[in-house]
């Protein structure tokens, strides 16, 4: 038997995010997904003698936006290489790439652990281009390349090697396409490949300090794959050492279809690429003040609004967690709030009735097709008792969907769903109940206390199915521990 447990897994992550420009990172190109093949390939996307690229300003910005928001340091002075390739899709030749001057170094992203807090530590963010993509199922006897996404702004996001679980490397994932997406700078769509991940894995001697012999896995196209090719590493790297065999590292590739990984090719070493400066492309300042700029823009982030949300509006760890997660529904979260002080009631709203209609009809919270002055108005009926919560989310919601230009009371004095609520109508039916069931009074008296529900539904039935049972219950307990 192995003993997996004398082994530490090593693992550091490169993420590749597409930054969320209109047009390409060296020309005017559309970056738009899912048009026609080779649409979107001018000749600098083809890459014809004689033409020029010419950088794109936002994508600087966004990388910036990035970088200050995962607390890297911005390099000022920039400038980019030529990282040299023959692939089928790379038409020039080489990549245009930052080599020594990342446009952010350090940082980190926090993650929640299943042991706590961690600080992933980021080594660096570079901005590069994308290349094309070839298709090699569509023909029996051809590969197919299209080139739209060749030039496409990227950024590179590259972790340390300090993660050391594979649940650890999918936490992280998660938390940074949230943050991605929060920011704007990426739409973190895994399936699209605007996000993808390397996984570079390696195992050592827990208390050893020296890193072991590294195995690079690609093509993982989901968080979900990522965890499970580094599952499968760690297995496969372990059963190579305890057989006396010796790593090599190579870059490998899933399957997600058979879940194991195979070898692509022995990797390749940074001098293979043999970089040098872009004589194309003139090296550039960013200046402090377009760094504050650009800082003074950063929108409050999901740690930050979780804990004033704790603060401000008494929400729970798990509340706070659950509506930061996702930017709409923070911003319809704000919207709503205008118009009820029912903060609680609002955030469970939010995350119960109205996301449960949106992913139903699979649209974002920011199209619920109700107004936020409509929405509050049910929220301040149900919490004032003039309705009831099921009704208000299951009925009254659907008639209003389908009947926006009537109020909530309105709506609800429609459907007849009108709680009764005044306590002297209740406490009479109540009293009225007790008289005409002495037996059962008795027989609750002496500790059945189960009739409860008896009374309850007496009253209810006296009240034409109107009465607000919470607070019937109240009044019965009152009334019969008095
Ligand atoms: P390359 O560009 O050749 O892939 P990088 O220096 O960019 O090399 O490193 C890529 C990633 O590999 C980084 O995330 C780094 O943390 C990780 N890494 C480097 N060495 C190891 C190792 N021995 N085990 C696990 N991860 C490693
Ligand atoms: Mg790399």
């Not at 990522?226 to 006396?244: H, Q």
């Not at 603060?311 to 997660?325: K, W």
């Not at 009820?340 to 139903?360: F, M, S």
Request: proline residues 3%.
């Amino acid at each position: 038997m192995i003993d997996k447990n004398k082994y530490e897994l090593v693992i550091g992550l490169e993420v590749h995010a597409q930054l969320m420009t209109k047009s390409k990172l060296f020309c005017g190109d559309s970056t738009l997904f899912g048009s026609s093949p080779n649409t979107h390939t001018s000749t600098i996307s083809l890459a014809h003698p004689g033409t020029l690229p010419k950088m794109n300003k936002k994508a600087i910005e966004l990388a910036v936006k990035l970088g200050l928001a995962l607390h890297c340091e911005i390099e000022q002075y920039n400038y980019f290489a030529r990282k040299n390739y023959f692939y089928p899709d790379l038409p020039k030749g080489y990549q245009i790439s930052q080599h020594t001057a990342p446009i952010c170094k350090g940082g980190f992203v926090k993650i929640k652990s299943k042991n706590g807090e961690k600080d992933i530590l980021l080594n660096r963010i570079h901005i590069e281009e994308d290349a094309g993509k070839s298709i090699h199922d569509i023909d029996e006897n051809y590969s197919c390349i299209d080139l739209n996404r060749a030039g496409v702004p990227l950024v590179e996001i590259v972790t340390e090697p300090v993660i050391h679980s594979a649940e650890d490397a999918y936490i992280f994932l998660t938390e940074l396409r949230k943050l991605l997406r929060w920011l704007d700078v990426c739409d973190g769509n895994m399936e699209e490949g605007s996000m993808r991940c390397d996984a570079n894995i390696s195992i050592r001697l827990k208390g050893d300090l020296k890193l072991g012999k590294r195995v690079e896995v690609k093509n993982l196209n989901s968080i979900r794959n990522v965890k499970k090719a580094i599952e499968l590493e760690f297995d496969r790297l372990i059963s190579i050492t305890e057989n006396g065999d010796v790593i090599v590292q190579e870059t490998r590739s899933y399957d997600a279809d058979k879940n194991t990984t195979f070898s692509l090719r022995s990797k390749e070493d940074a001098d293979d690429y043999r970089y040098f400066p872009e004589p194309d492309l003139a090296p550039f300042i960013i200046s402090q003040e377009v760094i504050n700029n650009i800082n003074n823009t950063l929108p409050e982030l999901p740690e930050q609004l979780m804990e004033r949300y704790i603060t401000q509006y008494q929400f729970s760890d798990y509340d706070a967690q659950l509506i930061c997660s996702d930017k709409d529904e923070v911003h319809y979260f704000e919207e709503l709030i205008k118009y009820t002080q029912h903060y609680k009631a609002v955030a469970n709203w939010i995350i119960g009735p109205l996301k449960y209609y949106c992913n139903e009809k699979n649209i974002s919270i920011i199209d619920f097709p109700l107004s936020h002055v409509l929405i509050a108005e049910l929220i301040n009926l149900t919490e004032n008792n003039q309705i009831n919560f099921n009704n208000a989310s299951g009925k009254i919601l659907q008639y209003l969907i389908t009947n926006s230009n009537q109020t909530a009371l309105e709506a609800s004095t429609a459907l007849n769903l009108v709680q009764e609520n005044n306590e002297d109508h209740l406490s009479q039916w109540v009293e009225e109940v007790f008289l005409a069931m002495p037996d059962k009074v008795k027989e609750y008296k002496a500790g059945k206390t189960g009739v409860i529900g008896l009374f309850a539904g007496e009253v209810k039935k006296r009240s034409k199915g109107k009465a607000d049972m919470q607070l019937v219950t109240q009044l019965l307990n009152e009334k019969l521990n008095s």
